[in-house]
C-alpha cells in the first residue's frame, strides 16, 4: 500500500526541500502539496509536475472549505503541516497576516484532521507540525541549550503565532486524541531559500556590490542547520517520532551573525574574487544598521533526545553546507535567475 503525505507549505524553503527528499531518496510515497504560492515559494518542485506521486493544490490553509475538499479528497496517512508565515521583521510591519496564517490555519487543519481521524479510523494517522526554535525566546551567551522542556517565551509576533500553533497541536491531542508530534528546529539556511533571509541577502547583495546589511553589533548568535539535514530529520520524526512527543533539530552550530558574513565574505572572495577598484574584499560592503526592535540575542539548540532516540545527526557542519549553498546562489547568480 502507498502512503499518503499531506504537506501544507510543501512550495516554500523547507517544505520543497522535504518534498524533493521524499521522491528522489524514497519515492514510495503518495505527496499532496497544498500552499498557496506566495513570494516566499520557489519553482524547484517543477520537475515533479508529471510525477504520478506528487500533486499540488493552489489552497490557502485559511480557506476552511477548499482545505476540507482537498483534504478529504486525498485522505491522507500523514500530514506534514509546514505552511507558515516566517519572517520576523514582516511580522512586526503587519502581524495580522501571522495571526491567520500561523493560528487560525492551524486551527482549520486540526479540526479538519480530527474530523477524518475519527470519521474513517485510518490504520495508519500521524500530524506532524513543524515549528521553530523561536518559541523559546532567547538565551544569554553562557545560559544552557534549549530543550524539549524549556518553557516558552516568544519575543516577536511571528515567535508569539507559532507558539499558539504549536499549543493548538497539543491540547487536539490530550483533549481529542489526535496522534500528533512536534518539531522545533534552528535556523536553516541552503539552496531555494528566500532572498529575504540573511544567508541569501548577504549573498546576494555581495555579488551585486551592495552594502551588506547586519543588525547592530552583529553579535547574535544562531544555530545553523542545512536545510537538507532538516528534511531528513523530519522525516525520520514522522516515521519513528513517539505520539505527543517534541523533538528539537539543531545544526549544533552556534555563530554570531556578523561572522557568517565574514564567512561568506571569504568564500566569494576565495571562488569569486571582487571586481571593483573601491573595494579590495567582499568584507568592505558590510554595513551595520539600527537593531530589530526585540532582536533575540541567541538560540541554541540541545538535540540530544532526536540523536538518542531516533538516531538522527546533521550531515553537515556549518563550513561545509555554507560553501555549498554560496556556490549555489552563485550559480544562480551567474544564470541570471
Not at 545544526?251 to 571586481?275: F, Q, T
Request: net charge negative.
Amino acid at each position: 500500500m502507498t502512503m499518503k503525505i499531506l504537506i501544507t507549505g510543501g512550495s516554500g524553503f523547507i517544505g520543497s526541500s522535504l518534498i524533493r527528499y521524499l521522491l528522489d531518496e524514497l519515492g514510495n510515497y503518495e505527496i499532496l502539496n497544498i500552499d498557496k504560492l506566495t513570494y516566499a515559494s520557489n519553482n524547484s518542485l517543477i520537475k515533479y509536475h508529471e510525477n504520478k506521486n506528487y500533486n499540488h493544490e493552489k489552497i490557502d490553509i485559511v480557506d476552511e472549505k477548499s482545505l476540507r475538499e482537498a483534504f478529504l479528497d486525498f485522505q491522507p496517512n500523514f500530514i506534514m503541516h509546514l505552511a507558515a508565515e516566517s519572517h520576523v521583521d514582516n511580522s512586526i510591519k503587519n502581524p495580522s497576516k501571522f495571526i491567520e496564517t500561523n493560528i487560525l490555519g492551524t486551527y482549520n487543519l486540526l479540526n479538519i484532521s480530527l474530523e477524518y481521524f475519527k470519521k474513517l479510523k485510518p490504520e495508519y494517522f500521524k500530524f506532524h507540525h513543524i515549528s521553530t526554535d523561536e518559541v523559546y525566546g532567547d538565551l544569554e551567551k553562557d545560559e544552557p541549550k534549549f530543550t524539549e522542556l524549556t518553557s516558552y517565551n516568544p519575543s516577536s509576533p511571528y515567535s508569539a503565532t507559532k507558539a499558539s500553533s504549536d499549543h493548538l497541536v497539543r491540547s487536539w491531542t490530550r483533549t481529542y486524541g489526535l496522534p500528533s508530534v512536534i518539531t522545533n528546529c534552528s535556523n536553516n539556511y541552503g539552496p531555494y531559500q528566500n532572498k529575504e533571509k540573511l544567508i541569501p541577502t548577504i549573498i546576494m547583495n555581495a555579488l551585486n556590490h551592495k552594502s551588506i546589511p547586519i543588525y547592530g553589533d552583529g553579535n547574535q548568535i544562531r544555530d545553523w542547520l542545512y536545510v537538507e539535514d532538516h528534511a531528513a530529520a523530519l522525516y525520520k520524526v514522522l516515521i519513528d517520532g513517539k505520539n505527543n512527543q517534541t523533538y528539537n533539530i539543531g545544526g549544533v552550530n552556534e555563530v554570531k551573525n556578523i561572522d557568517v558574513a565574514l564567512k561568506i565574505c571569504k568564500i566569494l572572495d576565495d571562488i569569486s574574487p571582487i571586481k571593483s577598484k573601491e573595494l579590495q574584499s567582499y568584507k568592505d560592503l558590510i554595513k551595520f544598521v539600527d537593531d530589530r526592535p526585540g532582536h533575540d540575542k541567541r538560540y541554541a539548540i540541545d538535540c540530544s533526545k532526536i540523536k538518542r532516540d531516533l538516531n538522527w545527526s546533521p550531515r553537515e557542519d556549518f563550513d561545509s553546507g555554507l560553501l555549498k549553498t554560496v556556490k549555489w546562489y552563485l550559480s544562480m547568480y551567474i544564470e541570471g535567475i
